[in-house]
């Protein structure tokens, strides 16, 4: 038998293996980047999901970067997230705190709005030869597109409008410029025992963003719409001027600003009212095992009004939500102001369900499918953030293993990666072919279609969870804008009716399964010619699949298009559809545009 020593092998005693001599002959940086390669692949391989994988339909670079996304997620989004929040939270506010002592942010606002007036009189002295767009890219806003075509336009720059100018207590309203954050406000809000009367739950989301666009919670079955909520815009016109516009004011204008999306003018500030607030939110978990029972168990819930005591409805709640689990099985959600508690037996009951190591909001709902109908107490400020760790349920599409104990405790403090971080490290491959394998979409259908909503959602999407949120919609006549209800969907004697909200996040059923069958462009204009038919709406922030026409039939432009031309917006800025379509390359709707126009010259 052969005698190996150290001699024989050419290593010193001790040296261990050759792999281990390379290893400590390597510098510290490299040695720092052969982990974080060697991590990065480990996470990409125990991230990959169980199931039969994309169809090999699906171009191999797509796959191939969809098999990294888990790691590009964990080691380069969630941190640089985290650090953002940090800068915006802290930094950024410690920064204005420090400002307010010489020059409070009032006065230095005009400045900030003349800054916008000189950049709009300069594009008018210039023959106004391209249409106006703020100069925020694309990626930086909450909707599913990744380009918007600003390339063509001229673009105006508002970045420096995210200020919050005033707290009014006494009459409980907040002043901001468009450009703040719900986390800014909610930073400034809570510690006071105040709230937006519609608190958005995504922090990174503006005030701009959901004023002109689109925003709603759970407790819009009491407010309605964001833009319910606001009180005063204030805008700088295509002329280079400065319109306050109220309902008193100008209702005309006032009405036709929600849903615009910047069409009409550059929001520079907007007056929003508050509410006083609980530490604490009582929330109360009914399951129902139908989507029948569904329907008739939160339309009652929804419809409940404080104002209406002969119907015995006093008690109605402040928040109403539903999670759909199943085409049958669903939680609603009631939740309720509350003070902090007080016997023993509601000091067992408090459940901080936002901190970190607790399981996603969803995945704890669910367990009371099992349990029964049950109740706890939250903190305030969790209950409203309750869905920001998981984006709702998306994260585990993004990362499998999310919700597990470890990553919760180990990478879960972090957060979530923000959602405009996710696009702009989405790159134009991964956003054109995950139109065919994932799908955002929202359809606001009157409450009494909410079951017949359920059963298309399946067949169409097949997606779960879904969700429901429930919106009160006021019929003004001429005022009541691009949200125009049938009046048969209207509560009796009210002014206002409730539709709901249904959601679909995720991976569609047949994608899952690794089939390539599941056809967007079918599946998504079927759901919005559904939702036109039953007069509802589609959320423009999604994948919108319509063409022009359809999307003028579906929102009512009357008020909007005699402010355009009132405010000289028409050779200013793009119409709502140009700006909430989809980028070339996501969609080809040529054959329909055709049908259509082949449709009108036989008429």
């Known amino acids: 038998m052969a005698d190996f020593n150290s001699s024989d092998t050419g290593y010193a005693a001790g040296d261990g293996s050759p792999f281990g001599s390379i290893l400590s002959e390597l510098p510290f940086a490299a040695k720092v980047v052969l982990v974080y390669v060697s991590a990065f692949i480990f996470v990409g ?15 191999l670079q797509f796959r191939i970067l969809a098999s990294m996304r888990t790691p590009m997620l964990m080691f380069i989004v969630v941190p640089l997230s985290f650090a953002k929040w940090m800068y915006q939270t802290y930094i950024v506010d410690a920064f204005r705190e420090y400002q307010r002592r010489n020059v409070s942010a009032m006065d230095g606002h005009a400045d900030r709005c003349q800054l916008i007036v000189d950049q709009v009189m300069e594009w008018n002295k210039a023959g106004r030869k391209q249409l106006m767009r703020t100069a925020r890219p694309n990626w930086a806003s909450m909707s599913t597109k990744l380009s918007s075509n600003k390339e063509a336009c001229h673009r105006i720059s508002t970045a420096h409008l995210n200020h919050i100018l005033d707290i009014d207590e006494e009459n409980m309203t907040i002043t901001c410029e468009p450009g703040v954050t719900m986390g800014m406000i909610t930073h400034k809000l809570l510690p006071r025992n105040l709230a937006l009367r519609c608190q958005i739950e995504m922090e990174s989301i503006t005030i701009g963003g959901v004023a002109s666009g689109f925003g709603l919670e759970t407790n819009s079955h009491k407010f309605g719409f964001f833009q319910e909520t606001v009180l005063e815009y204030k805008l700088v016109t295509s002329d280079g001027k400065l319109v306050t516009c109220t309902a008193e004011s100008n209702p005309d204008l006032f009405y036709a600003l929600p849903w615009s999306h910047g069409s009409l003018g550059f929001l520079v500030s907007l007056k929003v009212q508050l509410l006083r607030i609980k530490p604490f939110v009582k929330i109360t978990y009914i399951p129902t095992y139908t989507a029948e029972e569904l329907q008739t168990k ?45 016997t023993p037996e509601e000091r067992k009951r408090i459940n901080g369900i936002n901190y970190f190591w607790k399981p996603f909001y969803y995945k704890w709902v669910e367990t009371f499918l099992t349990k029964g109908e049950s109740w706890e107490i939250a903190p305030t400020k969790h209950f409203y953030h309750r869905f920001t760790r998981s984006i709702f349920w998306e994260l585990e599409d993004m990362i499998p293993f999310s919700n597990h104990p470890i990553y919760r405790c180990l990478w879960g403090w972090m957060g979530a990666p923000e959602v405009s971080l996710l696009k702009l490290f989405q790159g134009p491959v991964i956003r054109q072919n995950s139109v065919n394998a994932h799908v955002v979409q929202e359809s606001i259908m009157p409450i009494s279609k909410l079951s017949e909503g359920i059963d298309k959602f399946d067949d169409w999407f097949g997606v779960y969870p879904l969700l429901v949120f429930c919106i009160r919609i006021y019929g003004r006549g001429k005022h009541s804008g691009f949200l125009t209800p049938q009046d048969k969907y209207l509560k009796p004697k009210k002014d206002w009716g409730i539709w709901v909200d249904l959601g679909a996040y995720g991976v569609p059923r047949l994608v899952k399964e690794g089939k390539s069958s599941w056809n967007p462009k079918t599946n998504i204009r079927e759901m919005e010619h559904w939702t036109r038919d039953v007069s509802g709406w589609q959320a423009t922030y999604t994948d919108l699949f319509a063409t022009k026409k359809e999307f003028r039939q579906m929102f009512n432009h009357t008020l909007y298009d005699e402010q355009r ?35 009108k010259k036989n008429k």
Do not use: C, H
Not at 306 to 330: L, Q
Not at 565 to 594: I, M, Q, R, T, W
């Open 45 to 59: 391989v125990i991230g990959q999901d169980s199931g039969p994988g994309l169809s090999k339909e699906f171009p």
């Open 298 to 342: 939160i339309r009652a819930y929804a419809e409940a009004d404080d104002d209406d005591d002969d119907e015995g409805n006093v008690n109605a709640p402040d928040f109403v939500e539903a999670t759909i689990y199943t085409k049958d099985k669903a939680v609603i959600q009631l939740g309720k102001f509350v003070d902090a508690p007080t």
């Open 565 to 599: 031309a009132k405010y000289n917006a028409l050779d200013a800025f793009p119409e709502v559809y140009d700006k909430v379509k989809p980028e070339a390359g996501v969609v080809d709707l040529s054959d329909v545009v055709a049908a259509e126009e082949a449709s």
